[in-house]
């Protein structure tokens, strides 16, 4: 997993609450379990038409958004069934950050494991960036600081994040490496409980 340290661009504004994770990537393109290859199949069921043709409409088809990396979206993100794939999907399209007003609590923490940065922000911040024409923002995860420049105008505000989950994102630290930051200790726990007696067997 990537530090995660500043990301800049901008802004795909989905405005849509209730975002669930069976319309963030749909179950039938549930076949794998290595982290890539779900990007192209991310909204399939509002991107693409009951022939596989992108919709115009949708805002992932839109040329101006092709490589942004963040993601903004209403209430609720992310909720639904607890499927990884769903972070999966947005990582794979290129977004690094989703912003909300509130999130669903397992997608929450899936996007803290897999280095996405979910930012909740107040309401009618986000209903502003949704319904502003054009929206960049400078994500900087140090300071906890985003600047958005929307419609010609700079804003700065601060945004919350709990301490360990911080330290996850900057330091790239996926589950596997938390623990083999641990490894002489959990060598050394295994080695001494080979000699241990079990209990009942001597």
């Given at each position: 997993?990537?530090?995660?340290?500043?990301?800049?661009?901008?802004?795909?504004?989905?405005?849509?609450t209730?975002?669930?994770?069976?319309?963030?990537?749909?179950?039938?393109?549930?076949?794998?379990?290595?982290?890539?290859?779900?990007?192209?199949?991310?909204?399939?069921?509002?991107?693409?038409?009951?022939?596989?043709?992108?919709?115009?409409?949708?805002?992932?088809?839109?040329?101006k958004?092709?490589?942004?990396?963040?993601?903004?979206?209403?209430?609720?993100?992310?909720c639904?069934?607890?499927?990884e794939?769903?972070?999966w999907?947005?990582?794979?399209?290129?977004?690094?950050?989703?912003?909300?007003?509130?999130?669903?609590?397992i997608?929450?923490?899936?996007?803290?494991?897999?280095?996405?940065?979910?930012?909740?922000l107040?309401?009618?911040?986000?209903?502003?960036?949704?319904?502003?024409?054009?929206?960049?923002?400078?994500?900087d995860?140090?300071?906890?600081?985003?600047?958005?420049?929307?419609?010609?105008a700079?804003?700065?505000?601060?945004?919350?994040?709990?301490?360990?989950?911080?330290?996850?994102?900057?330091q790239?630290?996926?589950e596997?490496?938390?623990?083999?930051?641990?490894?002489?200790?959990?060598?050394l726990?295994?080695?001494?409980?080979?000699?241990?007696?079990?209990?009942?067997?001597t």
């Amino acid at each position: 997993m990537k530090p995660f340290k500043t990301v800049s661009g901008i802004v795909t504004p989905l405005n849509r609450t209730n975002v669930d994770t069976d319309q963030i990537i749909p179950k039938q393109f549930l076949k794998s379990t290595e982290r890539t290859g779900f990007g192209k199949n991310l909204f399939y069921g509002w991107r693409y038409d009951s022939k596989g043709t992108p919709i115009i409409e949708f805002v992932l088809n839109n040329p101006k958004y092709a490589n942004s990396p963040i993601l903004v979206a209403g209430e609720n993100f992310g909720c639904g069934s607890s499927r990884e794939h769903a972070v999966w999907a947005i990582l794979d399209h290129g977004f690094l950050v989703v912003i909300a007003p509130s999130f669903a609590d397992i997608f929450f923490n899936n996007c803290i494991k897999n280095g996405i940065l979910p930012v909740k922000l107040d309401t009618d911040l986000v209903s502003n960036i949704l319904e502003a024409k054009s929206t960049m923002i400078d994500v900087d995860l140090k300071s906890q600081t985003l600047i958005i420049n929307s419609d010609g105008a700079n804003i700065k505000i601060s945004f919350e994040i709990d301490t360990y989950a911080k330290n996850i994102l900057l330091q790239g630290l996926d589950e596997i490496s938390i623990t083999m930051k641990n490894e002489k200790e959990i060598s050394l726990y295994e080695n001494s409980s080979k000699i241990r007696p079990i209990e009942g067997l001597t």
